[in-house]
């Protein structure tokens, strides 16, 4: 039967056993470190915000720029690396026992290495793990009361009194889920038969959330089962001139589809969930109606899409904790390496994981133009594939962000945002609830998204030796190319492994070549002025210098002459005092300037403090060079 366990709420329940940890954390209320029943001193509340924002990472290292970013934002003062590294050397000496030291350094930032259940966020994703297992097995009373366990390990907002905007962002998205995880405890009351009791609550979330539909569906669910049809569809009335006053919109289907049936008086609105579930990966929370037609708006794959292996296993990992939350993946790098057609394959190959369909925008941050598209725009579009009549659209674009949202909350859907310029372009796209991947691809390294909205990382690199024989082998003929291995070596040289340059060579092979030796087109590919010319077809879009130049443009003068200059230098990498030389300028101004340029993938740190530039670009930047430089 239903388990009531709200009693237990304002205060944490959480415990763990001390032969598995020795110290336990809180963040879903005050952030606390306990040792054997006794609160650890944390210090002050920048170092409680490095503790927590390693401790919301569940396991995932934060780099020492992202700590800064996600405590200071752009206020960050001079001092703040410097004040992390102090405040992690604290944290170790708080939270060592024994010789263990849970706080590592990894990969230029810190990783909290913690035993599993050593924090009542891992136990609560535990909990509601179980309860969506029992749910599906078609237990919602076992459900039913994981839920009410996890939810009373809350002791009130998450990461309470912790300053910064990663704080303030995961705030938000750990507040969202457990809203989420409310609806689906509700949801199962409801289907085991507890309606008073859970009329009773919703009653008071509808209050406290006027606008969420879920919430409301719920309540009329719950009163309809209690036999108080009346109220039920008074309930649905309330909500409906509230959406309509403040967001200008309907209810929505699910909404709409719970008062037909209770005007009807549909026995299946209170059936009970079946025996047997569809899988984690395509079940969508129950009294979500599946879209209608469901949008399916990827663009064609490639067909001779090449390698990537580690990369797409990267991204199907991070589609495995969709369930828990908001998954957004940032595939980053430069002009030509195949952004774009890694996300769309691997988006054609995964689309059975979305069964509510998928949503593509081209934000054209880096194209002909120079204006990127306008996130309010790319909202219009996405409502309009997602059913919305252009007259229920509301007028002003916060409205429009959260209808958009609300409208994902409860589906298992993929969004493709391709091309984006910046972080702030991307933002207003992101759904508010868990269900979704989000795949973003970009010419930036997009750092806020990374810092402030915890997106993962996945900067792509260049081809292999062996996938980049292995493209050219599907676009030329295995036989064409086994004839000329040395050559075939060379041309993969001279197109840097660059995706973009090799599949412009083996169209100039097939198309104006098609007989001739592949010699020929290394020669032209060879000559250092001759370069440029020979990676095109005529095309924008399949044109080397021209896709380099959408990101060439945007540079500021300072930065556009030092990448001509870098074009310049002979060695194959130069340090920031040799680059500072080079463009006779202050080493701050050289190291500024170089920033700028990894930013945009026109230059790579191959290690700390030296940088280089691949051949192709290179190519480029003396190309622009001779026009622009005496």
Known sequence: MFQDLTTDRGRNIFSGSPSETDVQFTVLGAVCAWRHGTELDLGYPQQRAVLAALLVREGASATLDELVDGIWGEGAPASAARQIRTYVYRLRKILVKRGAQPIRSIGGGYLLESAPESSDLSRFMRLVTQARESHRAGDAAAATTRYAEALALWSGT??????GPYAATQRVRLTELQLVVEEERLAC????????QAAAELSALVASHPLRERFCE???????GAGRQAEA????????????????VGPSRALSAAHQRILDNDPVLLRAAPTAAPSSATARPPGIVPLTPQPAQ???DLSHFTGRGDEKAAITALADRTDRMVVIAAITGPAGVGKTALAVHWSHQAARLFPDGQLYVNLRGFGPTSTPLEPATAIRGFLNALGVHPGDVPAEFENQVRFYRSLLAGRRMLVVLDNARDSDQVRPLLPGAAGCLVLVTSRDRLPGLVALDGASPLPLDLLSEAESRELLALRLGAERVAAE????EELIGLCARLPLALNITASRATAVHPTSSLASLAAQLRAPQGRMAALGVGEALADVQTVISWS???????????FRLLGLHPSGDITVSSAAALASCGHDQAQEALNALTRAHLLAEVVPGRYSLHSVLRAYALEQSRLHDS
Do not use: C, W
């Open 233 to 248: 569809l008074e309930s649905f009335y309330t909500t409906s001139r509230r959406l309509r006053t403040e967001l200008g």
């Open 158 to 163: 998450a990461l309470a009194g912790i300053p």
């Open 298 to 300: 990827l663009p064609a």
């Open 485 to 488: 291995p040395e050559v075939v």
């Open 189 to 196: 009351a409801i289907e085991v038969g507890a309606y008073n």
């Open 552 to 562: 060439y443009r945007l540079l500021d003068a300072t930065t556009a002459r030092m």
């Open 218 to 224: 719920l309540h009329m669910t719950a009163l309809y």
